[in-house]
């Protein structure tokens, strides 16, 4: 994880692409209680299911999910997701 990113709301960022699920979802959910509550991480993950399983955990879980298309490569996603409590 490195701390900072362009945008200073993000409190942190994590390359996950090629991470086979479930380990994705864990190291997601592990960083996200790195940051503060409201605080923004930045998670890059391959598209397809590694999306899917990510997003739909942490949206059942009360976090914010934003997904977007990765700026610098194809068939990954830039997911932006916001920790829930603040």
Known sequence: M????ADD????Q???R???CPLNFIRTKLALEQVAPGSWLQVDLDAG????????GLESA?????CQPHPDQDGAVRLRIRRHGG
């Open 49 to 56: 299911e590694p999306q899917q399983l990510v997003t739909q």
């Open 18 to 20: 090629g991470t086979p």
């Open 9 to 12: 709301e993000t409190a942190a």
């Open 14 to 16: 994590l390359d996950l």
């Open 2 to 5: 490195t701390p900072g990113c």
């Open 62 to 66: 009360g976090h914010g999910v934003d």
